[in-house]
């Protein structure tokens, strides 16, 4: 009994072995090296470029507001809600439509008096109302502007302008920045000495973003002035980028 349980161990591992040896050419067949190169991922080129045109804007956009202080907040609001009402009317006089004012922001705070070794003193309270207005005929802007301090705004946060719509001058980019991306992609091509197969992937970013408000000063304009504030629109810059992966011919 203890013979025969040896032999069957000894055959367990002869057919192991000879499994083994069944198996060896299957590996080897799979480690070919036609096979290797076949799995590994075609050469490629991964490039950028972008396309910009210049447009002349179309809109404006002007934050101001109106600033008071009283003794009590209810004072304080009730002056820049009367100040707030001129200045209303004084953008329907200018032409301007109700769509095109929006509120975006209104604050009452106190106000302390600070003196060294002693405790902050209250003062009263400060109310501001800010709004924004969209301005569509660009030789408004200036009278517009005039208009208001004149009505009682007494803080500009800023001007920007603006395109109504964007479209055209994004796709004229578009066709610029692939444009480019050929021209490069060629180019690479040529000096590598290689045969490009196409394109596999391509991606955009950038467009069009309104250009970021700047600083607008008001002078102090007595009434019977009849010059207004001058403005220049200039020009803004639409830019497309885009990224390509072009296969290289094997």
Not at 122 to 138: F, K, P, S, W
Request: cysteine-free.
């Amino acid at each position: 009994m203890k013979r025969a349980f040896k032999t069957l161990m000894l055959g367990g591992a002869l057919t192991a072995a000879v499994a083994l040896g069944a198996a060896a050419p299957t590996m080897a067949q799979t480690l070919q090296p036609g096979a290797i190169q076949m799995m590994q991922p075609a050469p490629s080129l991964n490039l950028s470029a972008y396309g910009e045109v210049k447009a002349a804007p179309d809109m404006a956009t002007i934050s101001f507001g109106v600033q008071t202080e009283a003794a009590t907040a209810q004072e304080a609001m009730r002056d820049n809600a009367a100040r707030m009402t001129q200045v209303m009317a004084a953008l329907r006089r200018a032409g301007i439509a109700e769509r095109d004012v929006q509120t975006s922001g209104l604050n009452l705070s106190a106000q302390y008096d600070y003196v060294q070794n002693e405790p902050p003193k209250l003062r009263g309270y400060q109310a501001v109302n800010r709004v924004t207005v969209t301005i569509n005929d660009l030789s408004k802007v200036g009278t517009t502007a005039d208009a208001v301090v004149a009505a009682g705004v007494n803080q500009i946060d800023g001007i920007s302008f603006g395109l109504k719509d964007p479209s055209a001058a994004e796709d004229r980019a578009r066709q610029l920045a692939v444009r480019a991306l050929q021209a490069k992609a060629q180019l690479y091509a040529q000096a590598l000495n290689v045969q490009l197969a196409g394109i596999r992937n391509l991606s955009e970013g950038g467009g069009y973003s309104p250009a970021p408000p700047q600083l607008f000063a008001v002078r102090a304009m007595a009434m019977e002035s009849r010059d207004s504030t001058p403005v220049a629109a200039g020009e803004l810059t639409v830019r497309v980028d885009i990224t390509g992966v072009y296969d290289i011919a094997r």
